[in-house]
Each structure stands twice: as C-alpha cells, then as structure tokens.
C-alpha cells in the first residue's frame, strides 16, 4: 500500500527485455538508504517488488501483463520515473490510499497554465468513469492529486509547482501516456451498490453463472 506521495524522481539505467518480461535497473538515491530485498516499490504508480540493489541501484522485474496494461511498457534507458516505498503502519497517510494496481492509462489531452498551477487535462478510459468524482481523489503516474474537474472522457488536476519539481508530471507533454488508479474507496462503494453479485435473495443466478455454477 503506499500514498501516492512520491519520493524522488529515478532514472532507468538499463532495460533487459525478454519475450514473457522484462528486468528494469533504476538509478535512485532510495538504493542507498535501506531497501531491502522483496519490499515492494511503486514506480510510476505500478506495485514492483525490489530484486537487488547497490549503493546506486536497484531492479524489479515486471511481467508482460504488466508492460501491456501499463506506461512502463513504454520505458527506455534514460526515462524518468516517480519512485514511492511502501506505507508502513504509523507513517502519516499525506495523499490517498494507492494500492500500486493500476486500473488503465490516460492521455494527456491539454495542459493550461493558471496562475502558479498547471491544469493537465487527462482522457480516461470509459470503464473507469464511473469511479471518478468531482474533488475525489485519483493517482497518475503513482501521484496522489484531487479532481478539480470532471467532463465525459476525461478528467482535470491542478498541479502546484512542488507537484511539478518532485515527480514527472512537470515534463510530461500533450499524447503522453500516463498510469491511472481510480481511488480504491470508490471502486468498493461501486461494486457494493452496483447489484452486480448480490441481491436481498443472496447470490444471482448471473452471479453463480459467470462463476460456473450454473
């Protein structure tokens, strides 16, 4: 579980692709300061797990369903990623409850400076608007940000300078792609009155079929 307050900004060193997956090797200062292996770590919103590190670096494997439903299928040596540790029990929760299980990508469709903030315009999915909500809170990217606005297909955030210096949402551009987790609180309130599962009779019969009892 983490926060969506990143840390710092790595740097991909160098990417060994295979057919199934492909091995990351990240150059971050949290290499050097007490990771260990099998924690896990959220790179640009995406739940990995540390396979080894140095004073230097540190790499995560991350599989193919991993690269095709996400932004780091798009990564190459020289990209710059937001980096978060995992919450640990008494940390102070600063932004949001983030799982690290990316719900689809977005696109940036239109960045708006106002003011010291930078409006960023994001289309989203259509099977991911039924959890977003005015002010509700959303991840890009592993950065916890509010909705400022909310519009069919796509979605605004307002971002302070701070939000700009520390992660890469300051030098993303117009078509960049970026990792998109709903806020888990509204995918729980959802499922719960959607009337998909359950019923006051129990169980549906879609509910029995789809899982193969019928």
Aim: hydrophobic fraction near 40%.
């Amino acid at each position: 579980m983490f926060t969506g307050l990143v840390a710092e900004k790595g740097v991909v060193e160098k990417i060994a692709r295979s057919r199934f997956s492909a091995v990351l090797t990240l150059r971050a200062q949290m290499a050097a300061s007490g990771l260990e292996v099998g924690e896990s770590i959220a790179v640009n919103g995406v739940c990995l797990t540390v396979t080894a590190f140095d004073s230097g670096t540190f790499t995560v494997d991350v599989m193919l369903e991993t690269l095709k439903k996400t932004n780091l299928g798009l990564l190459q040596p020289g990209s710059r990623v937001n980096l978060e540790r995992a919450l640990r029990l008494g940390d102070r929760v600063g932004g949001h409850l983030v799982t690290g299980h990316v719900d689809g990508t977005g696109v940036v469709a239109r960045l708006k400076e106002r003011g010291i903030a930078t409006e960023m315009w994001v289309e989203v999915p259509p099977e991911l608007e039924k959890y977003l909500v005015p002010r509700g809170s959303v991840a890009l990217d592993g950065v916890s940000l509010t909705i400022a606005d909310l519009q069919p297909g796509a979605l605004m955030v307002s971002l302070i300078p701070h939000t700009k210096e520390i992660t890469t949402l300051g030098e993303k551009k117009i078509g960049d792609i970026l990792n998109i987790e709903t806020d888990i609180l509204g995918k729980y309130v959802h499922h719960l009155f959607s009337g998909r599962e359950t019923s006051r009779e129990g169980i549906t019969e879609s509910f029995l079929a789809e899982h193969g009892f019928l």
